[in-house]
């Protein structure tokens, strides 16, 4: 009798062993499809902006000054925002002087400011002379990176320079750019609010700065006849397009891609996928 129990005992065991194998499995597989269907739909969310973007009335043409906008793909929930890099500041293009105002309107001042200037420049010229203070090659050694000793090639990667933390570079980072272009000059109308402190010389409490800063928390509808015309052509000009999707289970999954329209068949190019 306790033999036959004891056996019993081993094969529920054995058995919910089992059972508990297969619902991983059925788990992970749910997963993936989960992580499949939103990224099919900010794909989706891409070519909506696309279409958009394509518009040739520029009354109905989506707006590219970094409001958000909501629609529904499916069960999923696409919030779509497009930002103008010529919108952002260009760090490739930066003098001392831009260099040192874009740190002190992200909140750095004094020792820790006066590193930042000299660290960012360290950091892209191409000698291996330190600044008074800047970093060259052996102050990286202990995190394992190396200054490039050229232009940045990547946002991400002003969070490498030394004396930058997750704080401000959380604040500079939505309003830099390395895909400005050779060519365009730097615009206020569609401009992050932090770029326009920055290239206007002013302060993020100054006026216009202030009213852009409501225009992209939504408070002025995407649509508003007192806001500023899409630019007359698009093509050739560097957008951010940054799609978050939210499912009904509460899942979360959000992509940026920065293109350029074409104004051929193939409508668009990719430059660069995060």
Do not use: C
Request: avoid cysteine.
């Amino acid at each position: 009798m306790i033999a036959a129990v004891a056996g019993v005992a081993a094969f529920a065991f054995i058995a919910f062993e089992t059972l508990a194998v297969y619902r991983g499995e059925i788990a992970s597989v749910g997963g993936q499809l989960a992580n499949a269907q939103m990224r099919a739909s900010a794909d989706a969310g891409l070519t909506a902006a696309i279409y958009g973007l394509s518009i040739p009335d520029t009354s109905q043409r989506w707006p590219i000054d970094g409001r958000a906008r909501t629609m529904q793909f499916g069960d999923s929930t696409l919030t779509i925002v497009v930002e103008d890099e010529h919108g952002k500041i260009p760090i490739n293009r930066l003098n001392e002087d831009e260099i040192r105002q874009m740190f002190s309107v992200a909140g750095a001042s004094g020792d820790r400011l006066d590193e930042l200037v000299d660290t960012m420049q360290d950091w892209t010229d191409e000698d291996d002379d330190a600044r008074p203070h800047g970093a060259e090659a052996p102050d990286y050694v202990a995190q394992g990176v190396k200054p490039r000793n050229s232009d940045f090639e990547s946002v991400g990667e002003l969070a490498l320079v030394k004396g930058m933390d997750s704080e401000l570079y959380a604040k500079i980072a939505p309003a830099i750019t390395v895909f400005f272009g050779e060519t365009g000059s730097f615009s206020v109308e569609t401009a992050q609010p932090l770029a326009l402190a920055v290239m206007s010389d002013s302060k993020l409490d100054a006026p216009d700065v202030i009213e852009r800063q409501r225009e992209m928390a939504g408070e002025r509808p995407a649509f508003d006849s007192n806001a500023p015309p899409p630019p007359p052509n698009l093509v050739g000009r560097p957008l951010t397009v940054r799609v978050t999707v939210r499912d009904p289970q509460g899942g979360t999954f959000q992509r940026s891609t920065i293109i350029e329209l074409t104004g051929t068949k193939s409508p668009y190019w990719t430059r660069f996928v995060e």
